[in-house]
C-alpha cells in the first residue's frame, strides 16, 4: 500500500505551492498517471481520502488523468501501444517506452487567501 | 479561483534524496545493487551464496530491509560481513529517505559492493530508487510463469532477472521456457539467470556477470579519479 506515500507526496506537492502563492487552500490538484507505474488508481483515491485531512488541501478532489502506455521501436520506428511485450513485433528490438511511466502533478486551484480586515467585518 | 501549473514529479522527493545517497555511495566507491524479490523468492539465500563466491575478491556491506525482525542483517554478519538493518514497521518497501538515514550510521566506507535487500514485495519497491547502480531481481521459479506478465514492473526495471530455485522445476509444473520468454518479453534488456542457490546450479554465470561487472566500474573509478 504505497500508495498513500503516493499521496503524501502529491500533498507536499501541493502544499508547497500554496504556500508560494499564499493561498488560503487547495481546491483541486490535477494528476498525471502512466497506466505503467506500480500505482493503482483507486488505491490512491483512497489513500489521498485519509491523506488530506488536516492539510491545506482538506477538502480538495482529486482528479487523475490516466496516460496510456506507448512504445516505439528504436530501429523501425513503429509505435504501438504494447501489451507489456517490449519486443517490436515488426523486428525484434526492444521497445523504448513514450509514455505510461508518468507520475506528476499537473497543476492546482487554489482558494484566495482571506484578507483579515475584510474576514472580521 | 487560481489555477496554477505545477508539472513536477511525484517521485522528485525521493529522487533527490536518491540523488544524495549516489553522492554518499560515489564516494566511497561502492558499486550498489537495489535486490529485490517477492517475500520468499530467496533472496537473502542468493545473497549470503553470492557473498562466499565474491568475497575473496572484494569488500562487500549489506543494508537489510524488512517490515520486522533482525532476522537477515544477523545471517548476513555470521558470513562476517557488516550488515544494518532497517525496520520500515509496516511500510511496503524502502526509500531514498531510510537509506539515507542507514548511511548515516552506517558509512559502507572501503566497500566494493554495497547490496540494500529491499523489503519483499513485487509490486512497491519498483517505484522508489534508492541511488542504485543495478537493479537485481530474484524471482523464484515456483511462483509461476505467468508473474512477470502480472507483475511487469519490477521485471521491466530490472537490470538482472535470477530465475532462483530452478531445483524445484521437476515438482512446480512451470516451464522454465515458457518463464524465460515471459521474462524476456518484459524486459529483453535484462540479463537473465535461472540459478539455485542451494545446490549452486547456474551460480557461476550469475557470478561470472558480476564480477566482470564489479572489474568494470572500479576501472572507470580508478581512471575518473585520475582525470
Redo the contacts between chains.
Keep these: 500500500m504505497h500508495e498513500l506515500s503516493i499521496a503524501e507526496s502529491i500533498l507536499d506537492i501541493a502544499a508547497a505551492e500554496a504556500a508560494t502563492h499564499h493561498a488560503a487552500a487547495v481546491t483541486t490538484i490535477k494528476v498525471r498517471l502512466g497506466n505503467f507505474t506500480g500505482v493503482v488508481r483507486e488505491a490512491l483515491e483512497f489513500a489521498f481520502e485519509i491523506a488530506r485531512q488536516g492539510t491545506v488541501a482538506a477538502s480538495a478532489t482529486l482528479e487523475i488523468e490516466s496516460v496510456p502506455l506507448r512504445t516505439r521501436c528504436p530501429s523501425c520506428d513503429m509505435t504501438g501501444s504494447s501489451d507489456f511485450c517490449f519486443i517490436c513485433e515488426r523486428c525484434g528490438t526492444p521497445l523504448d517506452i513514450l509514455s505510461g511511466r508518468e507520475m506528476q502533478v499537473e497543476s492546482i486551484e487554489l482558494a484566495e487567501e482571506e484578507v483579515p480586515w475584510i474576514a472580521s467585518r | 479561483?487560481?489555477?496554477?501549473?505545477?508539472?513536477?514529479?511525484?517521485?522528485?522527493?525521493?529522487q533527490n534524496a536518491a540523488h544524495e545517497n549516489r553522492k554518499v555511495f560515489d564516494k566511497c566507491g561502492s558499486c550498489v545493487i537495489n535486490l529485490m524479490s517477492a517475500p520468499g523468492a530467496g533472496k537473502t539465500s542468493v545473497l549470503e551464496a553470492t557473498i562466499r563466491e565474491i568475497a575473496p575478491s572484494f569488500k562487500v556491506a549489506v543494508i537489510e530491509g524488512d517490515l520486522e525482525t533482525t532476522f537477515d542483517s544477523d545471517r548476513i554478519r555470521a558470513m562476517g560481513v557488516p550488515a544494518h538493518q532497517i525496520t520500515t514497521g509496516s511500510?511496503?518497501?524502502l526509500?531514498a529517505r531510510m537509506v539515507a538515514k542507514a548511511l548515516a550510521v552506517f558509512p559502507p566506507d572501503g566497500a566494493d559492493l554495497v547490496v540494500i535487500e529491499n523489503v519483499g514485495n513485487l509490486?512497491?519497491p519498483?517505484?522508489?530508487n534508492l541511488g542504485e547502480d543495478l537493479r537485481v531481481m530474484v524471482f523464484s521459479v515456483v511462483e509461476g510463469a505467468d508473474k512477470p506478465?502480472k507483475y511487469?514492473?519490477m521485471f521491466?526495471t530490472s537490470d538482472v532477472v535470477l530465475l532462483n530455485k530452478i531445483d524445484l522445476l521437476p515438482y512446480s509444473g512451470v516451464a522454465l521456457s515458457e518463464l524465460l520468454r515471459n521474462v524476456?518479453?518484459?524486459?529483453?534488456?535484462a540479463a537473465i539467470f535461472p540459478i539455485s542457490c542451494r545446490t549452486g546450479e547456474g551460480m557461476e554465470g550469475w557470478i561470472g556477470w558480476l564480477t566482470q561487472e564489479l572489474k568494470t566500474r572500479s576501472r572507470q573509478a580508478l581512471s575518473t579519479l585520475k582525470t
Excluded: G, Y
Excluded at chain 2, 1 to 14: G, L, P, W, Y
Design positions: 479561483m487560481d489555477r496554477v501549473s505545477v508539472v513536477t514529479d511525484i517521485r522528485q522527493a525521493n511500510v511496503c518497501h526509500d509490486v512497491c519498483a517505484e522508489f506478465k511487469p514492473l521491466h524476456v518479453e518484459v524486459n529483453p534488456r
